[in-house]
């Protein structure tokens, strides 16, 4: 299988990422990994693991690589290096607004700008509130191109308990985005209730 791209850019939910890369290695799915400064920075503010020995750990798992934000020569830079798409996990609207005008200075924006125009999958997380004009209209663009706009909003009928709930569902929902999966399991489908 041609390996997954996580972006982490510099938006809350870093913890959001962490669950995303941990659940692609536990599938053994090759997992190419690249993160923001501002990524890193909101890391240390969100989560209780720092971000290098996190990396530490991930690298020894042989399906990981991961490359530093500003090595350009990546693979990932390159449309003739074939992945299976990416999911840019939490995506800041400052990169959302790059990726939506075609900027790329760094290799996260580089690697989605190459999903975009290689037609592959391409998946956003979006965190911000307040959304502006500027902001819903840059992911309109995007969508309109085939990007999946995955803003990660808890089901509330799954009646989620923990943040880890929550987590567990935006996962699922990348994981089906992606293509690795068809649908979400079973406990985090909607079912009717019996009243
Ligand atoms: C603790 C913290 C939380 C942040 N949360 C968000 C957020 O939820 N959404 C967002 O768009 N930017 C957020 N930002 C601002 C971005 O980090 C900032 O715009 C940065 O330039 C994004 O850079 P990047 O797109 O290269 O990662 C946050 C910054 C900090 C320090």
């Not at 989560?47 to 996190?54: G, H, N």
């Not at 020894?60 to 830079?77: C, G, Q, S, V």
């Not at 089901?155 to 992606?178: C, H, N, S, W």
Request: aromatic share 6%; glycine share 4%.
């Amino acid at each position: 299988m041609n390996p997954v791209v996580v972006g982490i850019s510099g938006a809350s939910g870093s913890m959001m990422a962490l669950a995303t890369v941990e659940e692609l290695l536990r599938r053994e799915t090759p997992t190419v990994l690249v993160c923001s400064n501002a990524g890193r920075l909101v890391w240390q503010e969100e989560l209780d693991v720092s971000f290098t020995e996190t990396l530490a750990i991930w690298q020894e798992h042989p399906k990981f690589t991961f490359y530093p934000i500003n090595d350009l020569r990546a693979p990932i830079a390159s449309g003739t290096y074939p992945t299976s798409g990416m999911v840019m996990v939490p995506a800041s609207m400052n990169s959302i607004a790059s990726v939506a005008n075609g900027l790329s200075s760094n290799l996260l924006l580089r690697a989605a700008d190459v999903c975009l125009k290689e037609n592959r999958r391409l998946v956003l997380v979006p965190r911000e509130s307040p959304l502006h004009s500027i902001h819903l209209e840059n992911m309109l663009k995007l969508a309109r191109m085939g990007v999946v706009v995955l803003p990660p909003e808890p089901a509330f009928y799954l009646k989620p308990q923990t943040v880890e709930d929550v987590v567990r569902f935006v996962v699922g929902r990348i994981m089906v985005a992606l293509n690795l999966d068809q649908a979400l399991p079973d406990d985090l489908q909607y079912q009717e209730s019996a009243c």
